[in-house]
């Protein structure tokens, strides 16, 4: 019963949204994929165990201290939109102007191969100092509660656990593909490049979308 009251009315919509800025290649896919390169398909999903866990506690902390907040104020509620749809603008358009120096540092990428759990733990720190998943849980995830629902912070924590669970198998995805093909990938540039690039302009719609969504619903 409890389960069935937190689950918002917009989940679907909510689902293809997370898919979308998943599938992006932000900062943790980029780690991911240039541990893969470097150490292959182990370290890589070491790494993408520790990233879900980073970004399931700042779900965690968004949830317990938004929650409360974005039930009495309407005001912040749509501040927070616009701040987080303007900085996923930003940060899609800095990885299109960095995309060629990334891509380099990913085909860099070398030295002594770390241990599991050593891995676990710099993919836990990237999760959690990820901008692109701060950005999505503080502005993203409120637009799709039920404002008027008294479980708002239960909403939140559902919202960010599903949205780990999806990073989880589409990072791990990609490392595994990454570590699979990592002659391959390595050897061109312009790939890593396109990567880079294409996920910086789906940070940018998906900024865009989030604005457009808040002018919308007043």
Do not use: C, H
Request: proline fraction near 3%; aromatic fraction near 12%.
């Amino acid at each position: 019963m409890f389960f069935e009251s937190a689950v918002p009315s917009r989940l679907w919509e909510y689902l293809i949204a997370t898919v979308l800025i998943i599938l992006a290649p932000g900062p943790s896919v980029l780690f991911t994929i240039a541990r893969a390169i470097a150490w292959g398909r182990l370290a890589a999903v070491a790494t993408v165990i520790g990233n879900a866990l980073g970004m399931f506690l700042v779900s965690v902390f968004v949830a317990v201290g938004l929650g409360p907040i974005l039930q009495r104020s309407e005001i912040l509620y749509n501040a927070i939109q616009w701040a987080g749809g303007a900085y996923l603008i930003y940060l899609g358009y800095s990885a299109i102007v960095a995309s060629k120096v990334d891509a380099q540092d990913m085909q860099s990428s070398g030295g002594f191969k770390p241990s599991f759990f050593t891995s676990v733990k710099n993919g836990f720190w990237v999760g959690v100092l990820n901008p692109k998943s701060v950005v999505f849980f503080a502005a993203i995830l409120p637009q799709f509660i039920d404002q008027e629902k008294n479980n708002i912070t239960a909403q939140l924590l559902l919202l960010g656990a599903i949205f780990a669970l999806i990073a989880l198998i589409s990072d791990g995805t990609y490392g595994l593909l990454a570590g699979t093909v990592r002659q391959w990938l390595s050897g061109d540039l312009k790939r890593l490049v396109f990567m880079r690039r294409f996920g910086g302009v789906v940070m940018i719609a998906l900024g865009f979308f989030t604005i457009l969504s808040s002018l919308l619903a007043k």
